[in-house]
């Protein structure tokens, strides 16, 4: 059991914009920003979006990020065949002194 | 470039020790905090464990405390993760990442398989 909650999978057509969310709590998410990781298949996982809608150079602006509250998103537009992934929520957990994770969701892009 | 290369992982038994290597190069190894962060088969993402840039600020994930230690040599850019008392669920691929600002990783080596098995 994560304690950051994504939804299993989600899916979408090319050209369509899908979410993503990422639940969280007042421990975590509602006081620390949220990371979004990208992981294709068989890839190693690589950054994606840093401090809630921040994108690393690179990283198209078909990708962006909020959160609100306990809560965050991720949202890709223009869907594209090569977005097919998995994607992990990440927020700072202090009483951990690290990260935690979401469970992942695999974007189908059908 | 920014490379990050893991080495040492293989199949041993439960109880068994492992120690895991990092190469870094294309950046200041020294400047950054580094982290280990692994995969169990067809699950998501775990944190393990982390090492401040001078190692004086190290932490670990619960389900690896008192058995994985986590150190670094900056002249040689590596990084290692010496792991004992293995488990059939210590499984997994080991990543490397680097440490941008807290919780952020912005590079992550391919990672290397780690099987426990008797």
């Known amino acids: 059991q994560s304690v950051l909650t994504q939804p299993p999978s989600v899916s979408g057509t090319p050209g369509q914009r899908v979410t993503i969310s990422c639940s969280g709590s007042?421990?975590?998410?509602?006081?620390?920003?949220v990371t979004w990781y990208q992981q294709l298949p068989g890839t190693a996982p690589t950054l994606l979006i840093y401090?809630?809608?921040k994108r690393p150079s690179g990283v198209p602006d078909r990708f962006s990020g909020s959160k609100s509250g306990t809560s965050a998103s991720l949202a890709i537009s223009g869907l594209q065949s090569g977005d097919e992934a998995d994607y992990y929520c990440s927020t700072w957990h202090d009483s951990l002194n690290g990260p935690v994770f979401g469970g992942g969701t695999k974007l189908t892009v059908l | 470039e920014v490379q990050l290369v893991e080495s040492g992982g293989g199949l041993v038994k439960p109880g068994e020790s492992l120690r895991l290597s990092c190469a870094a190069s294309?950046?200041?190894?020294?400047?950054?905090?580094m982290n280990w962060v692994r995969q169990a088969p067809g699950k998501g993402l775990e944190w393990v464990s982390s090492i401040s840039t001078s190692s004086a600020y190290i932490y670990y994930a619960d389900s690896v405390k008192g058995r994985f230690t986590v150190s670094r040599d900056n002249a040689k850019k590596s990084l290692f993760l010496q792991m004992n008392s293995l488990r059939d669920d210590d499984t997994a691929v080991y990543y490397c990442?680097?440490?941008?600002?807290?919780?952020?990783?912005?590079?992550w080596g391919q990672g290397t398989v780690v099987t426990v098995s008797s």
């Open positions: 294309g950046f200041t190894f020294s400047d950054y905090s």
């Open positions: 990442a680097t440490e941008n600002d807290p919780g952020e990783f912005d590079y």
């Open positions: 007042s421990s975590n998410i509602g006081i620390n920003s």
């Open positions: 401090s809630n809608n």
